[in-house]
């Protein structure tokens, strides 16, 4: 729990004692602890694996509301989004990685098609990390950390989360939903997250947060030669070609920009629409986002809560100032709503006429603010979209699958969507992670388990077969390799044969050396 005095004097407590939570000293306690929990569960099977997991996605399901309660108390966020944008992101991943780590992880056989290494037996192992350092942000509180730990302790680590300090009662329900002391939560600022990163224990951390932090954690851990996924922000373009389904594109930019209140790190920031239709886009988007109602996350029926802290909106308002003193035109927003609540409340706002070099064009806005601007072709959609320091997301609406394809490919974005948004960081399946400073590693999905775990290549050999490259070395020899990597590599069949025959000699004196020891 936090205090919400003033935007500099946010005091995370412990939410059953209220008093000051984890001292930076505690965590290295909390990580030894969790080495003890991970040395266990690493010699588990996938079949236990999958059963934790199941009792886990159970307790989650029991504890449904409580969960969403809290999560909207701290954010302030619609409870609907509580379910789908918390609970089924976290369900859905949990589910996945229960099911999918076994056949992922499992020991993969490597196959040598070279002559002088058909008799060996190699393989691939997956074995896990030890304890991860999972750091998160408040934005998803529960569905963050959650997914991270799940994935975590489906590749057969322990895991210790450093939740926001803004939002550590939804962060604490991660440690209660797992059982045998495999997720611990260690809470405070910055101070504890770097605690987390520099612990002797933590094999790993896997940041999602703002890019400035994810730059800290990456040199702390580099000084440690420790490994970093980081998710950081986002500014992602949405291109509306010509031939979209003009509704479900404004209803599609309209949920892409203005849920969560826009604190969405996939959150549509910037929308690029083919000329001829930006202005009926624009009226029809402002006309709609209009009758969004702004209110209590509780209330049924509120799209829109607050933004998370009073410095957060005070940043939103700067942006939308700037934007406007340098030529922006508000086509909608652009002011506090008038509710009756003292919350961080900020109306949903669309500025066109933008110019590229503007603040609100290139930063991240993290409010329910969007930007529209018409383009020529598809070539000029690229080259807006592209045009940013961020690579997160990117959407392209159109009816035309093949330039979906094509966009797909020529977009810089981690994730591409077609015709909706953001939705599959709601799926176990679909990789997650950003491009340029977006971050780098990858979440969710089979390389997210293969990134919570150390690939070990282990050979098996009988021992009877020579190795002929080793001691000693003649003149024989070298003349021999020089016939054997012709005829290895070499293309086509009479250059492999040419170069066999041109060192006969050499060949002759490997292959008495190979069989004499047999
Ligand atoms: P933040 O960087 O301020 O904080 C993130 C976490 O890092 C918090 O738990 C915070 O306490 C901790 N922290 C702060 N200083 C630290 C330090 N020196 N060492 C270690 N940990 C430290 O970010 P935020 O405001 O909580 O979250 C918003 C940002 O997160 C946005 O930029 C958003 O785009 C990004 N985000 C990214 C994703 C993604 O998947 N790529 C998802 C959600 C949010």
Known sequence: MVRKTEARELRPVNPATLEPVSAPEEVAEAVSDARLAAAHWAQSSFVERRALLGAVAAAVLDHAEEIAATVTAETGKPLVESYTAELFVALDNLVWAASSAGGVLRPERVRYPQPHLRHKRGWLLYEPLGVVGV????????????????????????????PSELTPLSGAWVERLFPNGLVRVVQGGG????ALVRAPGTAKVVFTGSGETGRRVASLAGERLRPVTLELGG??????????????????????????????CSGVERIYVARPLQEAFVEELARRARGLRIGRGEELGTALGPLITEEQRARVEELVDDATGRGAELRLGGARPDVDLPG????????????????????????????????GDEDEAVRLANGSSFGLGASVWTRDLDRARRLAR????????????SYSYGTGQASWGGTKESGYGRTHSKHGLYELSRVKFADL?????????WFPYDEGVLEGFRGMAGML???????????????RRGMLALGRRYFSRL
């Open 461 to 469: 050999d009988r021992g009877r077969v020579p190795v002929p490259w």
């Open 235 to 264: 500014k992602d373009p949405m291109l509306v070609f010509e031939d979209a389904d003009l509704d479900r594109a404004v209803a599609g930019a309209l949920w892409g920009a203005f849920a969560n209140c826009g604190q969405v």
């Open 489 to 503: 590599y070499g293309e086509g069949l009479g250059r492999r044969l040419g170069s066999a025959w041109r060192h």
């Open 344 to 375: 961080w409340f900020y109306e949903p706002t669309i500025l066109t006429g933008v110019e590229r070099e503007v603040r609100i064009e290139r930063e991240e806005i993290f409010g329910p603010v969007v930007t529209v601007t018409a383009f």
């Open 135 to 162: 750091i998160s942000p408040w934005n998803f509180p529960f569905g963050i950390p959650f997914t991270q730990a799940a994935f975590a302790v489906a590749a057969g680590n322990a895991v210790v989360v450093k």
């Open 191 to 194: 101070e504890v997250g770097e």
């Open 410 to 421: 020529r977009l810089d974005a981690g994730s591409v969507w077609t015709n909706d948004v």
